[in-house]
């Protein structure tokens, strides 16, 4: 059997809180699971789950109160394992006074590269994130988004084979989500193991084998979305135009809502062609047919039953 | 250097040089030139004397307030910006980020009082024509400055390391002022009859870095030469203190979590 990507066992996290009066806070709580070579995997939760938490123990920037990790069969003491991994801190920032070309080579430099492996590799990556226009532009200039794609090429420039990148779509137009989904997906062609964060379901759903979701700092399941999450859509979404004064058929009239001359109805799946049907009877335009997804709100809402789910941090005595 | 110390290093003298901290030099070696001229006018007989206590105090301060100002943002900075997250996911261990960041300030505090220096020797030349044999003396009293910045630049590293700018700003100023006074701290102590008192004094004495030895401004102004012994010995004692702030520095820090 091969040895996972990345192997997290028991990996507890406590901080202090409070100026005068400290107590402990509990931010992650035996969380054990493995991501394996070569898969995507995602790592699912609302703000203040621990997913940030877990990856920066990962890194070495925090330390454990308890439990273990290793990367490619590494631990993450040592510094070697740093050479196999690539990692994208959440809304990362950098050093303003550098351009990106700057940056991207400061970085190689950490890889053993000659100058002009390093030139080549720099220009190459800037490309592939589509900065090549800006390459010589200070990072003070730089919009989120382009610090996003910075931040990417940094974590892969050096062709590791683990990447982690924490909420890579944070703060990305539509075109930017997709080229970093693209960039995720040419990842997994390549054979890497890609372990990413996201709040975002249908994010998960598009690009990974298996997700982890947590919850309050307690891992919640482990398993493919579909599974885990339990991503079935419960509504059918249709869109569609109807002329001015069309009377809409009984039982969607009453849950449709107009905006202008397009009309959006929402029905159980189980009755979505007979609404079909109906609507065709009256002559209406069918714009779009897609299923409604819950909310990670939804989901953790329905997992734990109420909002305990954002309660999150759990104070522990010491 | 190790490989990965460089790269720091040089990232830091980049930033130094790109926060046009060393455009300042320029506007001071213009400035101690002007002096040169005016101090020439008014203080017949001793314009050497002057100029070279004037100068080389003038980048004695101006390198402290630099290798204080920068040295308490080296590692707070890096910190606060979140730039380490992604530095620290490179191969390269905390210790080895320590010492680029101090060797990369320490590079820049040396450009900007070899800059300061050729000030001063433009303005002495102004005066006098002519170089004289004595001036040599000037160079030891700067390397003696630089001995001194090294060690207020581990002193700011240090308390970089676990605490704000403010605060670190202040315990090093605080230490470095009490190890002006060291030897007037022994002073103190030699006199009381207190034994508590006296404890504390020598300990303190032993204890704190002794910035006294690293003056040699008015032995160098009245053109003396500076002893042999005294130059490897500073040189020594700075070596280790330095080190030992290092070691320091880095058992903090490789222990620290980042926010």
Known sequence: MSTPAIEIEGLTMDFPVGFWRKRMRRSLDNLTFQ?????????????????????KLLMGLIFPTSGTARVRGRSIQDVAMHREIGYLPEQPYFYDY??????????ARFSDYSAPERRERVGKFLARVGLAAAADVQLRKFSKGMLQRVGI????????PVVILDEPMSGLDPVGRREVRDIIQAL???????????????????????????????????????????????????LFEAREGLALPAGLAEHATRIGGRCRVEVPEQDLYGALEQLRGVQARILSVSPVHPTLEEYFFRLVGGPAASRGLEEISR | MSATVTP??????REAVRDRVLYNLVL????MIGAAILVGEISIGIERLVIINLGLTAISIFGLVMAIFIGVGLVY?????RTLYSLLSKPIRRWEFLVGKYVGLLVTLAANTAFMTLGLAAALFYVGRRFERSDLSILGAIYFILLELALVTALALFFSCFSSPMLSTLYTLAIYIAGVFANELRTIGDFTQNPALLVLTRTLYYLLPNFHNFNAIATAAHGDAIPFSLLWQNTLYAALYVALLLLAAAAVFSRRNLK
């Open chain 2, 28 to 31: 001071f070696a213009l400035i």
């Open chain 1, 35 to 55: 991501v394996d070579e070569g898969e995507v995997f995602g790592f699912l939760g609302p703000n203040g789950a621990g997913k940030t938490t877990t990856m």
């Open chain 1, 153 to 160: 090429a940094q974590a892969i420039l050096h062709d590791p």
């Open chain 2, 77 to 81: 900075k890096e910190i606060e910006k």
């Open chain 1, 188 to 238: 997994k062609e390549q054979g890497r193991t890609v372990f990413f964060s996201t709040h975002i379901l249908s994010d998960a759903e598009m690009l990974c084998d298996r997700v982890a979701v947590l919850a309050g700092g307690k891992l919640q399941g482990v398993g493919a979305p579909g599974a885990v999450v339990g991503i079935q859509a419960p509504a059918m979404e249709i």
């Open chain 2, 8 to 13: 720091v290093a040089i990232n830091t003298f």
């Open chain 1, 98 to 107: 550098l351009t990106a070309r700057e940056l991207l080579d400061y970085y």
